[in-house]
């Protein structure tokens, strides 16, 4: 895994269905180091405080891998950072990468704290209100991390998993646990995530009360 690019945005404002609101996932490349701390990533706006940013949403990545298969649904090419994601990372597999796993980048230390549920800002991010519906059941979410030890990350570092979480519950398996009725395993998978200190609370809250999406 290698970082193509490093992404950030200033809020600003967007319209969805007539109404305006604040909005940081328009993030656009940027050439120098990128410093990531405890409450996130330096120069970047989340504008909806409740929904996004804190500790267990630090930063998010996201695999360049996939963009070719949004290319081809949604009918146009998007350049890095089209996902809102702070990090375009090749090589990164959900399948392959567990909550609670530790990714070296740079001089930081990331643990990855949970998938990513996607929102209406998607959909206005790539001009295509299904965007939210589409993403969800792709099961390919990137990843969500909290940040263990500050420091800066830089386009084309290699990005190394330094710990494995002895869960080993993917951010794949449990985004298709949590929304997929049929997926194998899904009781097995969802229990084994609720004992997972590392996953966020949100997660762990869902998991607690969950319920099929309709």
């Known amino acids: 895994m290698h970082i193509i690019s490093i992404n950030i945005s200033p809020g600003r404002e967007a319209e969805y269905q007539g109404e305006p609101v604040r909005t940081g996932i328009f993030k656009q490349p ?11 990533c330096e120069g970047d706006e989340q504008s909806d405080l409740v929904n996004h940013g804190g500790v267990d949403k630090a930063a998010y990545g996201f695999a360049s891998d996939h963009y070719p298969h ?16 702070n990090l375009t990372v090749s090589g990164l597999q959900e399948p392959e990468l567990h909550i609670g796993d530790r990714l070296r980048i740079g001089s930081a230390l990331l643990e990855i704290s949970q998938p990513r549920n996607p929102c209406f800002k998607l959909g206005i991010a790539l001009g295509d209100e299904r965007a939210p519906a589409l993403f969800t059941r792709y099961f390919h979410t990137g990843v969500y ?70």
């Open 145 to 214: 991390f909290r940040v263990i030890e500050p420091g800066e990350i830089r386009k084309a570092d290699e990005v190394l998993v330094e710990y494995r979480h002895p869960a080993q519950v993917s951010v794949h398996s449990l985004f298709r646990a949590y929304h997929d009725r049929n997926s194998e395993g899904r009781e097995q998978v969802l229990a084994a995530a609720a004992g997972i200190q590392e996953l966020a609370a949100e997660w762990r809250d869902k998991i607690a009360h969950y319920r099929q999406p309709d």
């Open 70 to 85: 949004w290319s081809k649904v949604l009918g146009r090419d998007f350049t890095p950072g089209a996902f809102g994601e």
């Open 30 to 40: 940027i050439t120098g180091p990128l410093t990531v701390h405890a409450n996130g």
